[in-house]
C-alpha cells in the first residue's frame, strides 16, 4: 500500500496524520497553507484559514517545475499601490518595490510659491528589513541617495538624491525607517501635526514597517511630475541555524531572540524560516505555525544552506555566492507557492518523510546503495522509461529574471543553444520557456538554466520492486545502478518516491541523474550579460551654427555714420526646434558679462547689438538658441573676440560737445548717458529674464501677460536679494510694456515703464559702501517716432568721484533724422577736504526763466545764446558791447569804440 500524507492546520496547532507508519513514506512533496493576515500596524494577530493540501511531487524534473503553470507568482511591485485593502507584504534577501502610499502632503513655500513641497509617505515592507539601498530609481532613472552627507537642511528634511540637485540647491530627499524602531518620525510630526486636515500624530509611529518619507520642492523641468521611485531594499533578517551554538551550529542565532538574527539571501535558510514560521515580536507573521526544530535535520539543512553560499568564480575573476534570491512576498499567497519558487532559485528538490522535512540543493549526493539487475524482485512488475514524448523534449532555455540594473524590469537572459542537442532530436530546436522571479542575478540565471537543460536530458525513469534491506534508505537518496539488461555502468539514480509492500519489498522509483550537469566552467558557459541604459534620452547639447561677430556701424537717413554697434550672424536655415537666439556681450577687460539680450527672428540669421557699445572698445561675445520646449538643453557657443568701430557722437546727437566742456561736465553728462543705458539694460534684462525663467537672486517674480490679436500687454514684478557675510543687496523691479502691431503697415507702437528701488551695503570697516537708488523711466515709440523721460536718484557713502547725492532729469526724442535731449543733473558732492558743494548742470536748446505774468520774457537761453529783456546790472564785466544790427561794437579789452553806417 502505497502511503500518503496531509498536512491540518487550524488556529492552534499542525498535526500530521498516519506518522507511526510514515518513516519511509515515499510523500515527496510540501504540503502547507494559510491565510493571509490583516493587522493594525502591519503586525497583529492573524485570521487563520483551516484547509487540507495535497502534496507536490518530488518526481517532476527541475525544468518541468519551472515550466509548470500554477498561481500567479507576483514580480517586482512597480507601480506605488494606494488605498487601504492591499494585503500585507515583507521582503526576502535582496529586491525593490514601489510601495504602498501610506500619507501624502503638502507645505512650504518657496519665493511666492505656496506649497511648494510635497511629502509622501510610503510603506515599503509589514515586516522590518535591514536598509535601504543607495540607489533609488525615480521616474524610471537611476539615481544616488547621498547617505554620506546626512539629513539635509535645518529640519532635517532627508538625505538628498544627488541627481535632482541644481545649482547647489536639492529638490529630493529621502528617509528612511527599517521596522525596528519605536519611534515615530520627527520631521512629519514637526511639520504636519498641526494641520488641520491631515494631521501627522506623534503615535504614528510604524512600528514594525519599513517606509521611506519622500520630499519634492516643485521644479517643471527636474520633476515635471509626482516623482514614482522604486526601492532597493536588504530584506528581512532571518534566523540561519547554522549561527546558532544550541542547535548544531556555532554563533550567537537564538530562535527566540530575533535581535540576534541577521539579513540573508539565502534562499534554504528563507525556506527554513517559512517552514518554522515567522514570527514578529512573538506573534505569527506568515508560514507554518510551532513547527518545531528536530522536524528539520540541521545536518541535511546545513548542507543546503552551505550550497547556496558556496562561492563560484565569475569570467571576469569575482566571486559570489552559488544560490542568492530576493522577492517581495505577499501574505495572501500560500507558502507552498513561495517555498517552490525558493525552490526554484536554487536548483532545490524538497520531501517529507514521516513528518520531517529534507532538502537537496543542486547535485545529488554519492550513492548510498549499489545494484544490480540480480537485486531486482523478478516476481513483481517493472516499469522504464527510456525516452520522453516530443511534446515534453526540449533542447534549450529561454528565462526572465528581475534586472536590477534596468529598474528591476524583466529582463531576457542570453539563451542557451545546444547543436549538439538538437542534432539529437532531429535538427529542431525545441526551447524551454522559464521564468526565475526570485533571482535578480543574471550570472545565477545562467547556471541554473544550464543544470536545467543538463538533468532535463536526463531521460530514464524506472520503478522497481527492491527487497526490504532498502527499507532503511528514503527520497533524495542516490543509488548506483548497474544493469547489464538495460545497458547501465554504475550509473546514478535518485530516488522519488518509495513503497512499503505487504511482504517487506520496497517499491522504488527513480530517475537517472549526473552530478556533472552541475558544473559550471564561467570561461566557456558565462555569457555576457547587456544591460540597456535607462537614463532619461536627451537631445545632445546644441550649439548657434556659424555663429560669427562683426563690428558695425549705424547710419541715419542721410547715410551719415551714428553709432557703434556689433552684427551677429548665424545659420537661421531649418531651425525647426528653436524660437530665438539669445546673446551675451562684455567688455573684454571684464570677467563677467555686462549685457545680456534676445531676438527671436531666427530665420534672419542676424543681428544688431547697439545698446552698451562704445566707439573702439573691445568686446566678447557669444550666444545659443532658445529651445521651444523649455526641457531642451542648449550649450553657450564660444566667445568670440570684436571690437566696435570708431564712430563718435557729434554735434547733432545727445551729448554736448565733451571737448568744450570742463572736466567735471564732462564727468557728468557722461554718467547721465550710463544712466539712460543703465535704463536700457535693465528693461531688456527684466524682459528677458522673464521670459526665459532665468536670472540671478530671483526670490520673488510675478509675470501677468495677456495678448489679443495684434496687441500685447504684460506687466512684470521681480524682486531680487542677496545676503552674505559682508554682503546684503535689495532690488525691487516694476516693468510695465504695451504694445500693438498696425496688420496693414506693420508698425509698432510701443509704450513702457519702469520703476526700479536698489539698495545695497557691501564691505567691513573702512572698506564698506552703502548705496540707494531709486529710478523711474517712461518711453513710447511709434513707427521711427519715440520718447522717453527719466527721473532718478543714487546716494552712495563713500561718494564715487566724490560725489554723495545725485537727482538726474531727462528728457528725450527722435525721429528718424533726428533726435533731441534735453536734462538737468543735481549734486551735492565732496569738493576735498571734507567740502561739500552743490551743482547744477542743465542740458537743454532754450532755457527760460520767467513768472508768468510779464510781457516779455526777462531770461531766455537758446541756440547757445543768452538772451534778456530787461536786466539791471550793477556791475558788468564783458570783452566786447555791441548793438543788435552790428554797427555800434564797444570793444572794452582794446578800450575802443567802433561805428558805422
Known sequence: MKKTLGILFDAATIFLSSTAIAVADPISGLIVGLSSTLAAGGIGAAVLKVGIFVALSVGKSLLTKALTKKQTVPGINGQMKIGGDNPLSFIVGTYATAGTLEYVNTSGKAGKTPNAYLTQVISLSDFPVDSLSSILWVNGQKCEID??????????????????????QPYLWVRFHDGHSNVGDTFLYNKFNSDSVRPWSNDMIGEGIAYAVITARVNRELLPGVPQCRFGIRGARLYDPRKDSTNGGSGAHRWDNQATWEWTDNPVVIIYNILRGIYYDGEWFYGLQKMIASRLPVGNWFAGMNECDRLITNADGS?????????????????????????????????????????????????????????????????????????????????????PEENWGTKDAPPIYRSDLEAQDDNRRLMADATFP??????????????????????????????????????????????????FDDKYFLIESMDDGDNGNQGVAVREVDPADYDWNAGTDERPTVIGSLDPIRPAPQYVQDFQVFPYTQVDSGGKSRRPAILLVWNGEEQDEVIGVQYRIRKSSSLVFDYMGQTLDVPKGDHIISEFVLASQPYIVNARWIGAEPNREFQWGDALPVTAPNVLLGSQDIIVELQAVQNDMRNVLEGLRDDLQHVQDKIERVATDAATGTGQNIVDR?????AVANATSSIIEESRQRVEENLAMSERTTLLQSKVTDPVTGNDALSTALFTLNTVVDGQGEDITA????????????????????????????????????????????????????GMVIQVYDSGGGVLKSKILMLTDQFVIWDGTTQNLPFVYAGGVLKLAVANIGLVTAGMIQSANGKLQIDLDNVRILMSD
Open 771 to 822: 548705496l540707494a537708488e531709486a529710478i523711474l523711466d517712461v518711453e513710447a515709440s511709434v513707427g521711427d517716432i519715440s520718447a522717453g523721460g527719466l527721473i532718478s536718484f543714487k546716494v552712495q557713502i563713500p561718494p564715487p568721484a566724490g560725489v554723495l547725492s545725485q537727482i538726474n532729469i531727462l528728457a528725450r526724442a527722435n525721429t528718424a533724422s533726428a533726435f533731441i535731449q534735453s
Open 438 to 487: 526570485y533571482v535578480p542575478f543574471s550570472r545565477q540565471v545562467q547556471r541554473l538554466s544550464k543544470a536545467m537543460i543538463e538533468t532535463e536530458r536526463r531521460f530514464r525513469t524506472l520503478k522497481w520492486t527492491l527487497p526490504p534491506e532498502l527499507y532503511e534508505y528514503e527520497p533524495l537518496d542516490t543509488i548506483s545502478v548497474t544493469s547489464a539488461e538495460n545497458g
Open 319 to 403: 566571486t559570489e555566492k552559488q544560490y542568492r534570491c530576493g522577492t517581495e512576498i505577499s501574505c495572501d499567497q500560500e507558502p507552498l507557492q513561495i517555498i517552490d519558487e525558493l525552490r526554484k532559485s536554487c536548483n532545490a528538490r524538497i520531501a517529507e518523510i514521516g513528518g520531517v522535512y529534507k532538502i537537496l540543493v543542486g547535485a545529488a549526493a554519492m550513492p548510498v546503495y549499489a545494484m544490480t539487475d540480480e537485486t531486482v524482485a523478478v516476481t513483481e512488475g517493472q516499469n522504464f522509461t527510456p525516452f520522453p514524448g516530443l511534446e515534453s523534449l526540449y533542447n534549450g532555455v529561454h528565462a526572465t529574471y528581475p534586472e
Open 147 to 168: 547617505f554620506a552627507g546626512g539629513l539635509d537642511g535645518a529640519d532635517q528634511v532627508g538625505y538628498k538624491v544627488n541627481e535632482f540637485i541644481d545649482n547647489g
Open 702 to 706: 510675478k509675470v501677468i501677460a495677456k
